[in-house]
C-alpha cells in the first residue's frame, strides 16, 4: 500500500509540474502578443508536409505558433472524438481523416460550422472539384479538403509501343477503354499481355457507376451497376483481364502485376505515383516508360471525372482560437497550402496548373504533356460519401462484390442481394 501511495505522489508532483509548465508557457505567450494552435493530427515522423505548412505559416504570421498534437494513426477518429467530447478546449485545429468520422463529429455538434467564416473570408470553394458539396451536412460545411486522391489510368507504354498502337488518351468512354483493352491483350503463358487490371477491391469496378452523378453508392438500389459488371465480366471470361478468384486467393498486389510488364492499363489512385516512380528508380521493376490518362467515362459526361478520397480540416467548437484556428484552415487548404504540400510529392486537393506543374517537375515523372493533363480533374465523386450508416453498407458492398466476380452469383442476383439488404440496412 506504500508503494502504491508513493507512486500516485509522484504521478500527481510530475503531471502538477507539467501543467505548472504549460499554464507558465500560455501565460508567457499572451503577454507577448502570441497566439498558439494546436493542431490534432497523426503520423508526424513519416508525413512530409506537415513541418513545411507550419513553417510557411509561421513565416507569414510570425505572432502565431502551430504545435501539432500526434494522436496515432490506427485509431485516430476514435481519439480526436474522446478528447473532443470530453469538452477539451487546448485542440484548435482538426483533421478529419475520413467521412464516418467526420460524420460522428458533426452529430456531436463537436465541429464548428464553417459557412460564415467561408463567406466573409472570400473562400472560393469551386477549387475542390465539388467535394465540398458532397460533405456539407444541410447545406453547412464543417471541414475544406487538403489532401486528395483520385482514380486515374496507368499505362506501359513499352507495352503500347511493341503493340504499335497509341497510348489512352484524355478522354475516353468506357465503351472506348473496354475496346482498347481488348485490342491491347495478346500472348499466352509467360508472355501473356493483359488488356487492362482490376484490383479486388470492390472500388474498382462498382464506382464505374457513380460517375454519371445520377447514381450513389448509398442510395439502396443498385441496377445502375449491371452494365459495369457486365463490362468486366466478360473482360475477364475472354482473357482480357486476370481472374479474381485468382487474384483474391493469392493476396496479389496490384503494384506487382504492373511491375512485371503483363498489363497495358491499370486503374488505380493517384497515391501510386509516388511509389512507381520510387520503384523504377530503386531499379525494383521492368516498367521504364509509363504514363497516365484521365479516368473513363459515361457518355455524356465531361472527362476528368474520377473518384476520390479526401482529408479535410476544420475547427473544434471549443477552441477559444477559433478565429486564429480558421485563418491557419484556409492557408493549408487554399492554394499556398496546396502547392507546399505538392512540392512533397503529395496529391493536394487544390489540383490547379500551378499543382500540376510542381507535381510534374518530379524526378521521374513522365515528360509527356498528356500524362501531366490527367491529374486535372473536372468533377470528384467521393468513394464512401457521407452517410450515418456508410459502414455497414459497404459490409454488403464488399460480400456482394466478392460473390458477383469469382462467378458464385449472377450479376442479376447480387444486385437483388444488394438491393434487399441494403434497403434493411437504411430502414433501421
Same mark, same amino acid.
Do not use: C
Given at each position: 500500500?506504500?508503494?502504491?501511495?508513493?507512486?500516485?505522489?509522484?504521478?500527481?508532483?510530475?503531471?502538477?509540474?507539467?501543467?505548472?509548465?504549460?499554464?507558465?508557457?500560455?501565460?508567457?505567450?499572451?503577454?507577448?502578443?502570441?497566439?498558439?494552435?494546436?493542431?490534432?493530427?497523426?503520423? #508526424?515522423?513519416?508525413?512530409?508536409? $506537415?513541418?513545411? &505548412?507550419? %513553417?510557411?505559416?509561421?513565416?507569414? +504570421?510570425? !505572432?502565431? =505558433? @502551430?504545435?501539432?498534437?500526434?494522436?496515432?494513426?490506427?485509431?485516430?477518429?476514435?481519439?480526436?472524438?474522446?478528447?473532443?467530447?470530453?469538452?477539451?478546449?487546448?485542440?484548435?485545429?482538426?483533421? #478529419?481523416?475520413?467521412?464516418?468520422? $467526420?460524420?460522428? &463529429?458533426? %452529430?456531436?455538434?463537436?465541429?464548428? +460550422?464553417? !459557412?460564415? =467564416? @467561408?463567406?466573409?473570408?472570400?473562400?472560393?470553394?469551386?477549387?475542390?472539384?465539388?467535394?465540398?458539396?458532397?460533405?456539407?451536412?444541410?447545406?453547412?460545411?464543417?471541414?475544406?479538403?487538403?489532401?486528395?486522391?483520385?482514380?486515374?489510368? $496507368?499505362?506501359?507504354?513499352?507495352?503500347?509501343?511493341?503493340?504499335?498502337?497509341?497510348?489512352?488518351?484524355?478522354?475516353?468512354?468506357?465503351?472506348?477503354?473496354?475496346?482498347?483493352?481488348?485490342?491491347?491483350?495478346?500472348?499466352?503463358?509467360?508472355?501473356?499481355?493483359?488488356?487492362?487490371?482490376?484490383?479486388?477491391?470492390?472500388?474498382?469496378?462498382?464506382?464505374?457507376?457513380?460517375?454519371?452523378?445520377?447514381?450513389?453508392?448509398?442510395?439502396?438500389?443498385?441496377?445502375?451497376?449491371?452494365?459495369?459488371?457486365?463490362?468486366?465480366?466478360?473482360?475477364?471470361?475472354?482473357?482480357?483481364?486476370?481472374?479474381?478468384?485468382?487474384?483474391?486467393?493469392?493476396?496479389?498486389?496490384?503494384?506487382?502485376?504492373?511491375?512485371?510488364?503483363?498489363?497495358?492499363?491499370?486503374?488505380?489512385?493517384?497515391?501510386?505515383?509516388?511509389?512507381?516512380?520510387?520503384?523504377?528508380?530503386?531499379?525494383?521493376?521492368?516498367?521504364?516508360?509509363?504514363?497516365?490518362?484521365?479516368?473513363?467515362?459515361?457518355?455524356?459526361?465531361?472527362?476528368?471525372?474520377?473518384?476520390?478520397?479526401?482529408?479535410?480540416?476544420?475547427?473544434?467548437?471549443?477552441?477559444?482560437?477559433?478565429?486564429?484556428?480558421?485563418?491557419?484552415?484556409?492557408?493549408?487548404?487554399?492554394?499556398?497550402?496546396?502547392?507546399?504540400?505538392?512540392?512533397?510529392?503529395?496529391?493536394?486537393?487544390?489540383?490547379?496548373?500551378?499543382?500540376?506543374?510542381?507535381?510534374?517537375?518530379?524526378?521521374?515523372?513522365?515528360?509527356?504533356?498528356?500524362?501531366?493533363?490527367?491529374?486535372?480533374?473536372?468533377?470528384?465523386?467521393?468513394?464512401?460519401?457521407?452517410?450515418?450508416?456508410?459502414?455497414?453498407?459497404?459490409?454488403?458492398?464488399?460480400?456482394?462484390?466478392?460473390?458477383?466476380?469469382?462467378?458464385?452469383?449472377?450479376?442479376?442476383?447480387?444486385?437483388?442481394?444488394?438491393?434487399?439488404?441494403?434497403?434493411?440496412?437504411?430502414?433501421?
Amino acid at each position: 500500500m506504500k508503494k502504491v501511495l508513493t507512486i500516485v505522489l509522484v504521478l500527481s508532483l510530475v503531471f502538477t509540474s507539467v501543467f505548472a509548465a504549460g499554464t507558465k508557457e500560455t501565460a508567457a505567450q499572451a503577454s507577448a502578443g502570441e497566439t498558439t494552435l494546436k493542431w490534432a493530427l497523426w503520423d #508526424i515522423a513519416s508525413t512530409t508536409y $506537415y513541418e513545411p &505548412l507550419i %513553417k510557411a505559416y509561421e513565416a507569414k +504570421n510570425p !505572432n502565431v =505558433k @502551430i504545435e501539432m498534437l500526434d494522436l496515432g494513426s490506427a485509431d485516430f477518429m476514435t481519439m480526436l472524438q474522446t478528447q473532443l467530447s470530453g469538452g477539451d478546449s487546448s485542440i484548435d485545429v482538426v483533421t #478529419i481523416k475520413d467521412i464516418p468520422g $467526420y460524420n460522428n &463529429l458533426v %452529430k456531436r455538434n463537436l465541429l464548428l +460550422n464553417l !459557412n460564415d =467564416k @467561408i463567406k466573409s473570408e472570400g473562400v472560393d470553394l469551386s477549387l475542390y472539384g465539388g467535394t465540398t458539396d458532397q460533405i456539407s451536412v444541410d447545406s453547412k460545411l464543417y471541414g475544406i479538403p487538403f489532401r486528395s486522391d483520385f482514380w486515374i489510368v $496507368y499505362y506501359n507504354k513499352d507495352v503500347f509501343d511493341k503493340a504499335g498502337v497509341a497510348y489512352p488518351d484524355n478522354d475516353m468512354t468506357f465503351a472506348e477503354y473496354d475496346a482498347l483493352a481488348r485490342k491491347m491483350t495478346s500472348g499466352v503463358g509467360a508472355n501473356k499481355v493483359y488488356g487492362a487490371h482490376y484490383h479486388t477491391w470492390r472500388s474498382a469496378v462498382q464506382l464505374f457507376g457513380i460517375l454519371d452523378g445520377k447514381n450513389t453508392i448509398v442510395g439502396g438500389t443498385y441496377d445502375f451497376l449491371k452494365p459495369y459488371y457486365q463490362m468486366v465480366l466478360n473482360q475477364q471470361k475472354d482473357g482480357v483481364v486476370q481472374d479474381y478468384a485468382t487474384l483474391k486467393t493469392s493476396s496479389t498486389h496490384y503494384s506487382g502485376v504492373f511491375y512485371n510488364n503483363s498489363v497495358a492499363m491499370m486503374n488505380m489512385g493517384s497515391w501510386f505515383i509516388a511509389t512507381l516512380i520510387d520503384q523504377i528508380d530503386q531499379g525494383k521493376t521492368e516498367v521504364k516508360n509509363w504514363g497516365l490518362a484521365k479516368y473513363p467515362h459515361a457518355e455524356g459526361i465531361p472527362a476528368g471525372t474520377t473518384l476520390g478520397t479526401i482529408t479535410s480540416l476544420g475547427v473544434s467548437n471549443a477552441s477559444k482560437k477559433q478565429d486564429a484556428a480558421f485563418d491557419f484552415v484556409k492557408f493549408v487548404t487554399g492554394p499556398e497550402g496546396a502547392e507546399i504540400i505538392a512540392k512533397t510529392g503529395t496529391i493536394p486537393a487544390i489540383k490547379n496548373a500551378q499543382v500540376v506543374e510542381i507535381i510534374a517537375a518530379k524526378p521521374g515523372f513522365p515528360t509527356d504533356q498528356a500524362s501531366r493533363d490527367a491529374l486535372q480533374v473536372a468533377k470528384t465523386y467521393l468513394e464512401m460519401p457521407l452517410h450515418e450508416r456508410a459502414g455497414e453498407i459497404e459490409v454488403v458492398l464488399n460480400q456482394v462484390h466478392d460473390e458477383i466476380m469469382t462467378n458464385n452469383i449472377s450479376v442479376d442476383a447480387g444486385i437483388v442481394k444488394m438491393n434487399d439488404q441494403i434497403q434493411k440496412i437504411l430502414a433501421k
